[in-house]
C-alpha cells in the first residue's frame, strides 16, 4: 500500500468532512430544501425534523436537552454571543461609563474569545487575563483567587488550540456554580473527541464547531443552560426570532444536519479513537523527543488532548521547519507564519523563550491518520531538523558551549 | 502564502552553506570578515562570512549559516551567490529590493532580505576594521 502525501497533521485547524456526514447532508440542497420556518407545507416540516433530530445528537454528545442547543455559524460567533451576550445581561450597572461587571478569562485563550472581552473592556466592563504556569494550565485556585464581588463572568477554553492542554474545567465549573457567575468555556477543540457532561461539570455556555470534528465548516453550536439557572443572553442578531430569540436567520438546514451527524459518528466512534490517538502521538513524542537533542514537548505532561502534541526543535526555525517537512501539512508558533513578527503568544504565556517559540511544530492527528503516517512524519521531521542545523549558526554556538540565550543580540 | 520557485531552489539546494572556521578561529583571520545580524528571538539569524583577496580587493568566498525561514535562508543563499568575485564596493552596493526582486519576495518577507543586506554590510565591515580600512561611514539603522 502506497502512502498519499502530503500526510495531513493539521486537525487542530480544520478535520476532513465525514464523507458519511457528506452523504447525511446531501438530500437537504435538492430534495429536503425547505425553510424550518415554514410551518405550513410538508417541506417546511420536514426540515424542521432534520434540524430537531441535530439538535438531539448535538445535545447527546453534550449531556444536555435539544432545547439547550442554539445553531450558530461556528464558534466564533458561539464566543462571541455567549461573552457579549451574558456580559451584557447581566451587567452591573447597564450602559454605564465604567464598572459594568467584571469577566475572568486567560492570556493564552483563542482570539476569538480575546477579542469580544477587549472590546467589552473598552464599553466599560473589567477584565481579568489568567496567566498559566509552565504547564499551560488555567486551575481553579487561579479563577478563585481572581473572583471578586463585581465578577459576571468567566470564559475559559476546555482545551488550548495550540498546545492541547486541558484547564480544570470541572473544578472552575464547580466554582463558578457555588459563586452564581456565570460559565462559558469554547470547548472547540474538545468537544467531539473527549466525553462531555455540560451537567456534570455546571457548565452555562458551550462554544463548539462543525469542522473540528468531521463536519461542514460555516456551522456551530452554543450550548445554553436553560435550568439551574436558566441563562439569559442578548442577541447579537435579531430580526426573525429562531433559535429561541438567541440567534435570528434562516436556519444553515444542510451545515446542521451536518454538525448532528459529525456529532453522531464522534459519539459513537469517540473511545476508541482517543485510545488509537494518543498511543500514536506518545510514539511520536517519544521518538523525536530521544531522537534530536535540545527538544522540548510543550505543556503539561499528561492532561493534554491524545491527539495532538506541540514540540519546540532548538536552533531551527518553525517555518523553515515546516518548509522541509513539506509533505507533512502541519502549522507553528513561528511568527514567520503570521503577520506579526511576534511568535506565538500562547507559548510564550507558557515562558517559553521567544526562541524556542518561533522553533515549535504543531502536529495535530485525526480520524484517518494511520501509523504508517506517523513514522513518516516522525522520520521527516528527524531529517529535516538535522539538514536545518547543519544551517543554523545558532546550533554551532550551541555545540561550542556558547550559551545562545545570554548572547546580547543587535536589536532589530 | 506559496514559495516562488527561486526561494525553493535556493532552500532546497542552499550555495554556501558553513563557514571558513569557528567563531574563535575566524576572529583573528585579517583575510575573513564575519557579520552576525539579527535575534533569535525574532525568528532569524544570518551568519555570513566572506573571504577577501588581499592583492585583488576582490571577495573569493563566501559561506553562510542562517536560522530562518525558507526566504531568510534563501536570501542568504542568495546573498553569497552574488558576493562571490565582487569587489568590497560593489558588496556594499547591493540592496534588499534586488534580493526581493530576484526570490520574488512577498512583502511580509522584505525584512529577510533587509536582513541579508544588514549581514553583508555588517561583514565587510569586519574585514575592513580588521585591515585598519577607513571608509565613508557605513553606519546604519533601521
Sequence with gaps: MTMKLPVYLDHAATTPCDPRVVEAMLPYFTEEYGNPGSRNHRFGWASEDAVDKARASVAALLGASEKEIIFTSGATESNNLAIKGAAMMYEKNPAGQTGRGHIITAVHEHKAVLDPVKRLMREGFDATFLEPGPDGIITADMVKNAMREDTILVTLMWANNEIGTINEIPEIGALCKSRDVIFHTDATQWVGKMPTDVERDSIDLLSLSAHKMYGPKGVGALYVRRRKPRVRLVPLQEGGGQERGFRSGTLNVTGIVGLGKAAELCMAEMDSERDRLLKLRLKMERELTAAIDVSQVNGHAEKRLPHMTNISFGFVEGEGLMMAVKNVACSSGSACTSASLEPSYVLKSLGIGDDLAHSSLRLSMGRWTTEEQVDYTIAEVKKAVTKLREMSPLYDMHLEGIDVSKIQWASH | ?142
Design chain 2, 1 to 142: 502564502m506559496a514559495y516562488s520557485e527561486k526561494v525553493v531552489d535556493h532552500y532546497e539546494n542552499p550555495r554556501n552553506v558553513g563557514n571558513f572556521g569557528k567563531t574563535s578561529e575566524v576572529k583573528d583571520r585579517k583575510d575573513i570578515g564575519v557579520g552576525v545580524v539579527g535575534a533569535p528571538e525574532c525568528g532569524d539569524v544570518m551568519q555570513l562570512q566572506i573571504k577577501v583577496n588581499p592583492e585583488t580587493g576582490k571577495i573569493e568566498d563566501a559561506k553562510f549559516k542562517t536560522f530562518g525561514c525558507g526566504s531568510a535562508i534563501a536570501s542568504s543563499s542568495l546573498a553569497t551567490e552574488w558576493l562571490k568575485g565582487k569587489t568590497l564596493d560593489e558588496g556594499m552596493a547591493i540592496r534588499n529590493t534586488e534580493i526581493v526582486q530576484e526570490l520574488s519576495l512577498p512583502p511580509v518577507k522584505i525584512h529577510c532580505s533587509v536582513l541579508a543586506e544588514d549581514a553583508i554590510k555588517a561583514a565587510i565591515h569586519d574585514y575592513q576594521e580588521k585591515n585598519g580600512i577607513h571608509t565613508e561611514e557605513h553606519a546604519h539603522h533601521h
